[in-house]
């Protein structure tokens, strides 16, 4: 069965400060991979995502992850945060299953950032 | 502006009582899907449809109920029989285009409470 693990639960950081959320998944054939942020109180927005390709993607608002199969990780990172990053953040796996059914979601990591 | 639409934003529910989660997208999406969040937890889903008149259980259906009349609406019941219905509902929408389908557009949720 597949599965996501987000180790941190809760991240502080300071503003202009580096940033990386850890992302570790169990998939059994090539994964396709995603980073989506929540502001509270809203829906999810998609951050980025790995298909295929190249192992860094880069995203919207700065942000990159970079794709490691010998580690089953799919790591987020910023270089320097913004307040406005303030957030929970979920990483995702699924396949090419032609539907996001088989979406599988991290627990999320919820981003404070102090000025 | 193209989206999606979740109303109300916040819902009580009494003893007994079937209640009504509305959805509407205009992204000309033929997929739709319904995700219950938990603090602490991932997103789960409940049901998906992809296709009008067509629906699909998701991991926690039980106590829930769909339909799709219309390819713009998905409106979710939360029936009397789920008996620990207090969470944030999600709403998301997705193409079908093999290049683009597991990326998700969410809604900006409903908040059910038990009164």
């Known amino acids: 069965a597949q599965s996501v693990t987000q180790p941190d639960i809760h991240i502080t950081v300071s503003e202009g400060a580096s940033l990386e959320l850890r992302c570790n998944y169990s998939?059994?054939?090539?994964?396709?991979l995603f980073w989506y942020v929540q502001s509270p109180g809203q829906g999810l927005q998609l951050l980025l995502k790995?298909?295929?390709?190249?192992?860094l993607v880069q995203g919207i608002k700065g942000f990159e992850a970079e794709f490691k199969r010998s580690q089953s990780s799919f790591n987020l990172r910023k270089p320097s945060v913004h307040w406005s990053d303030a957030a929970e953040y979920f990483c995702?796996?699924?396949?090419?299953?032609?539907?996001?059914?088989?979406?599988?979601f991290g627990t999320g990591t919820r981003l404070q950032v102090t000025l | 502006d193209g989206g999606i639409t979740q109303s109300p934003k916040y819902l009580f529910r009494k003893e007994g009582q079937n209640v009504t989660l509305s959805c509407e997208q205009n992204l000309n999406h033929d997929a739709m899907y319904w995700y219950r969040q938990d603090p602490g937890q991932g997103l789960r889903l409940i049901y998906y449809s992809q296709i009008v008149n067509d629906f699909q259980k998701g991991d926690i259906a039980e106590g829930y109920s769909v339909s799709r009349e219309k390819k713009e609406s998905f409106p979710l019941t939360v029936t009397s029989a789920q008996k620990n219905p207090t969470a944030f509902y999600l709403c998301a929408s997705s193409s079908l285009d093999p290049a683009t389908n597991e990326k998700l557009f969410f809604g900006s949720g409903t908040q059910l409470s038990v009164l």
């Open positions: 790995y298909f295929s390709g190249d192992t």
């Open positions: 998939y059994g054939a090539t994964p396709y």
């Open positions: 995702a796996v699924g396949g090419n299953t032609g539907t996001a059914s088989k979406l599988t």
